[in-house]
């Protein structure tokens, strides 16, 4: 069975930084695309950052040049470097994974989520 498993969040004062990590375990075929995504009570779940399998990243426009992901692909792990933490960046942190847990077969995972609060 495929799971992934956030952590990494906590309390932080704006300015400061926090790294996200996920691993994914269970065993798949192929995994297409890894992401963050974030929510508020109230709103939806909005996309933070991506990385697909050939390493090639998207961020949303409110944290380009602050946040980085990256992905090691040797333990299955996916990460989201946040710097310059503001306090609207305050959120339940979702992972997301994309792919083939058996061929022909494509699915959507999420984590658990993990909460960031960014203090001013």
């Known amino acids: 069975q495929v799971q992934l498993v956030e952590s990494g969040g906590g309390l932080v004062q704006a300015g400061g930084s926090l790294r996200l990590s996920c691993g994914v375990s269970g065993r798949m075929v192929s995994i297409i695309q890894l992401g963050w995504y974030r929510q508020v009570p109230g709103k939806q779940r909005e996309l933070v950052a991506t990385?697909?399998?050939?390493?090639?990243?998207t961020y949303s426009d409110s944290v380009k040049g602050r946040f980085t992901i990256s992905r090691d692909h040797a333990i299955n792990t996916v990460y989201l470097q946040m710097n310059s933490l503001k306090p609207d960046d305050s959120a339940v942190y979702y992972c997301n994974m994309r792919g083939y847990p058996i061929i022909a077969s494509w699915d959507e995972y999420w984590g658990q989520g993990t909460q960031v609060t960014v203090s001013s």
């Open positions: 990385i697909n399998s050939g390493g090639a990243t």
